[in-house]
């Protein structure tokens, strides 16, 4: 990583107009850069399908939907530190099967089911396909470009290469600085490692509280990438349905 004090502004992919002079991007992994919730719920499938026969396809749509969005408050619980990793996803997955009335009994039953989806999740994980694109634009740019997430480094960075992102080099994790989004210290230290300053540097992220706000708030140029099309009542931001929209 040069100094990006030295290079002159640019006036390329994101020179002008929207999101002005951008001397570094920052993505969030999760939804953003890899489609989680593709892996989430097709491992979470696998590893269920036998508690669920017959289920049929509104019944597993919702299934993954209670995983993956209605019961978002146990990460919450994980990033305060009152659950580990395992024990949210569990009770998640609980969640998810309890409201099709089946009760993952606790012990060999609950590890069995859990340990199956840890092996099987990461195999799932890939890169959305405007993601490409778009690191090639910075690397042709010279902008440097990094990510900040709010899961620990050694996890997301074993993510990005599986899901053949081994050449974003800059990862910040919940534990690189010990807080997560939207604490201004974990947007900062992206920042930090990328040479640049705030205001200079672009967050893309799907989460409009965590991404867009958050990174707005810490003084960067908060981008919300909304690829599923949420209505959103009140922003003003940036707003974006695709990675390919910063190449406009
Ligand atoms: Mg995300």
Redesign the pocket.
């Known amino acids: 990583m040069g100094s990006a004090a030295a290079r002159p502004a640019t006036t390329g992919i994101f020179g002008s107009g929207t999101f002005g002079t951008v001397r570094g991007v920052l993505f969030?992994i999760?939804?953003?850069l890899v489609d989680l919730e593709y892996a989430l719920t097709t491992a979470l499938r696998e590893v269920s399908e036998h508690l669920l026969p017959g289920l049929d396809a509104a019944g597993w749509e919702k299934f993954g939907r209670i995983f993956t969005h209605e019961t978002t408050h146990y990460y919450d619980q994980y990033l305060a530190g009152e659950l580990t990793f395992n024990e949210q996803r569990l009770l998640r997955g609980r969640a998810a099967l309890g409201h099709f009335g089946v009760e993952l009994e606790e012990g060999e039953e609950s590890h069995a089911w859990l340990s199956e989806y840890a092996r099987l999740q990461p195999s799932y994980v890939r890169a959305f396909e405007d993601v490409a694109p778009v690191l090639d634009a910075l690397d042709a740019a010279g902008i440097p470009y990094g990510a900040v997430s709010n899961n620990v480094h050694d996890y997301q960075r074993v993510k990005l290469d599986s899901a053949g992102l081994a050449r974003i080099a800059v990862l910040v994790g919940t534990d690189t600085v010990g807080v997560p989004k939207p604490d201004p210290a974990i947007y900062l230290e992206g920042v930090r490692l990328l040479g640049t300053r705030p205001e200079e540097t672009l967050y893309v992220?799907?989460?409009r509280l965590l991404d867009a706000e958050g990174s707005t708030a810490a003084g960067l140029r908060g981008v919300w990438l909304n690829r599923v099309g949420d209505t959103a009542e009140g922003f003003v931001g940036h707003e974006i349905d695709s990675l390919a929209r910063l190449l406009d």
């Open positions: 969030d999760d939804d953003t992220g799907d989460n």
